[in-house]
């Protein structure tokens, strides 16, 4: 099955810097990579994804890249606030056996903390 | 998101016993998951259901049940062969379930006493 590797494990950086996540698959057949901001206690929530015929998307402070060839994709944050402060996860979906059947397979997460 | 609720938001399990989840959306989707989150683990899924009647073995299901016999209704029952049940459950719900995005719902969290 899916295998999702996600680094680093937490991260801090200063209010105003720039943050990357980055994440490897294990399956070649994935081809949807969405990215979710956790709050504490909180439900994730879909912030950004990409499909695998583009290789970079853009939503204001936040983009995502992918890499095919490497089995990578990363989350990048610019101009960092104390509000982005929360964990984010990547994940992967890989086709189940049976026709039209999809699994999303989830990296372990990202703590990231904003410091003001 | 907003359509999909869960309940209770706490819950508390004697050792022994059976506990049923509750996740319920007005979204009209037709697939339906449950995951389970520790500290570090990130998410697991535990079942998933593509349609109504239907439902699937996720990677942890060993202790868990469901049943999806209304398409806006998607319970789990933590069986007593759960032997570590103590954990934050997802429950989340996407249009199909061919790549579509995931929508979760607040969550429940299961304590043992």
């Known amino acids: 099955g899916e295998n999702v590797e996600q680094h680093p494990s937490t991260l801090s950086v200063q209010e105003g810097d720039s943050a990357v996540i980055k994440c490897t698959y294990s399956d070649s057949a994935s081809n949807y990579f969405p990215w979710y901001k956790q709050e504490l206690g909180k439900r994730p929530q879909l912030i950004i994804d990409i499909r695998s015929n583009v290789g970079e998307k853009k939503d204001q402070r936040i983009a995502v890249t992918l890499n095919k060839t490497a089995k990578h994709f990363s989350l990048h944050i610019t101009e960092t606030q104390p509000e982005d402060s929360a964990v984010y996860f990547c994940a992967a979906s890989s086709p189940l056996k049976g026709a039209g059947s999809y699994q999303l397979t989830f990296g372990k997460g990202t703590k990231l903390s904003v410091i003001p | 998101d907003g359509g999909i609720t869960q309940s209770p938001k706490y819950l508390f399990r004697k050792e022994g016993q059976n506990v049923t989840l509750s996740c319920e959306q007005n979204?009209?989707?037709?697939?339906m998951y449950w995951y389970r989150q520790d500290p570090g683990q990130g998410l697991r899924l535990i079942y998933y259901?593509?349609?109504?009647?239907?439902?699937q073995k996720g990677d942890i299901a060993e202790g868990y049940s469901v049943s999806r016999e209304k398409k806006e209704s998607f319970p789990l029952t933590v069986t007593s062969a759960q032997k570590n049940p103590t954990a934050f459950y997802l429950c989340?719900?996407?249009?199909?379930?061919?790549?579509?995005?995931?929508?979760f719902g607040p969550g429940t969290r299961l304590l043992v006493l």
């Open positions: 979204l009209n989707h037709d697939a």
């Open positions: 989340a719900s996407s249009p199909r379930a061919a790549q579509e995005t995931q929508y």
């Open positions: 259901s593509q349609i109504v009647n239907d439902f």
